[in-house]
């Protein structure tokens, strides 16, 4: 059972946790650099039913930081990962925006690539059920394999209430290199938030690569990963904080990630 603090102004809360946020932010920018690399996804965000107002401009900014299974290349070695969007509203439904992914290894950082994307969402209540898809394609470099051109189809299916958001990702990706050169991955994610105020809440978030559709890669051989999130508003801007650990053998360690999406009118 879920119960709400009552004896807790919630102007109160939202200031103290803007506060440690803000602290949180500038000490997870401050320590990125000094971060060695060994990456596989460069985006860990599950999409929900916002996107882009008509004629307006955004720019997400998201990176996640990890310790690589002991059983991969990396040998338990640390990860970092980040890609910046730039976003434009089309209309109400409509947007497209171009990403930069980056990657850093022994300390050198290299771009990994240029995507492009189209995101639909279908007109919807504030609360009640919403859908889309998001459609990606580009040239991306990913550390340890060779540059490849990658598509990425990403249904998105969600339902929310005054407290709850729920949201289900069943991505597929097809990548034109690799051992998995022209195969139809699957790549599902979700996420269950709970608002705990008009601007705050808290959730779990689920990531997976979980191999070819068809012969799907059984569950210790998967690259998991199980977050903790905080999400909240800083002015017009969303910031996403998750803390997490990798779910089986095969999957990453201890994880960090954030999404700030800066809002432009």
Request: hydrophobic content about 40%.
């Given at each position: 059972?879920?119960?709400?603090?009552?004896?807790?102004?919630?102007?109160?809360?939202?200031?103290?946790?803007?506060?440690?946020?803000?602290?949180?932010?500038?000490?997870?920018?401050?320590?990125?650099?000094?971060?060695?690399?060994?990456?596989?996804?460069?985006?860990?965000?599950?999409?929900?039913?916002?996107?882009?107002?008509?004629?307006e401009s955004n720019i997400d900014f998201a990176a996640?930081?990890?310790?690589?299974?002991?059983?991969?290349?990396?040998?338990?070695?640390s990860v970092f990962q980040a890609v910046t969007e730039y976003s434009y509203g089309l209309d109400d439904?409509?947007?497209?925006?171009?990403?930069?992914?980056?990657?850093?290894m022994g300390g050198a950082w290299k771009a990994g690539g240029l995507l492009s994307e189209i995101k639909y969402v279908a007109p919807h209540e504030k609360y009640g059920w919403y859908w889309g898809a998001e459609f990606e394609i580009g040239y991306e470099s990913i550390v340890g394999e060779d540059e490849q051109w990658t598509l990425e189809t990403v249904p998105?299916?969600?339902?929310?209430?005054?407290?709850?958001?729920?949201?289900?990702?069943?991505?597929?990706?097809?990548?034109?290199?690799?051992?998995?050169?022209?195969?139809?991955?699957?790549?599902?994610?979700?996420?269950?938030?709970y608002a705990t105020g008009d601007k705050c809440a808290v959730g779990i978030e689920y990531f997976s690569e979980a191999g070819p559709i068809g012969h799907l890669l059984p569950a210790r051989e998967r690259n998991d990963l199980l977050f903790?999130?905080?999400?909240?508003?800083?002015?017009?801007?969303?910031?996403?904080?998750?803390?997490?650990?990798?779910?089986?053998?095969?999957?990453?360690?201890?994880?960090?990630?954030?999404?700030?999406?800066?809002e432009f009118d």
């Open positions: 059972m879920h119960h709400r603090v009552s004896s807790i102004s919630p102007t109160i809360l939202e200031a103290a946790l803007s506060n440690r946020i803000k602290t949180l932010l500038l000490t997870l920018l401050l320590l990125l650099p000094a971060l060695r690399a060994h990456a596989d996804n460069t985006e860990l965000d599950v999409y929900r039913g916002e996107i882009a107002d008509e004629g996640n930081i990890a310790k690589t299974s002991r059983h991969s290349d990396g040998r338990g070695a439904s409509w947007e497209v925006g171009l990403k930069l992914p980056v990657y850093a998105i299916i969600g339902w929310r209430n005054r407290f709850w958001d729920i949201s289900l990702n069943p991505g597929v990706t097809i990548t034109s290199g690799g051992e998995q050169r022209g195969t139809v991955i699957f790549e599902p994610a979700g996420k269950i938030a903790l999130t905080l999400d909240t508003r800083i002015g017009k801007s969303a910031v996403n904080i998750g803390l997490g650990h990798g779910v089986g053998a095969a999957s990453p360690g201890l994880a960090l990630k954030t999404v700030i999406d800066l």
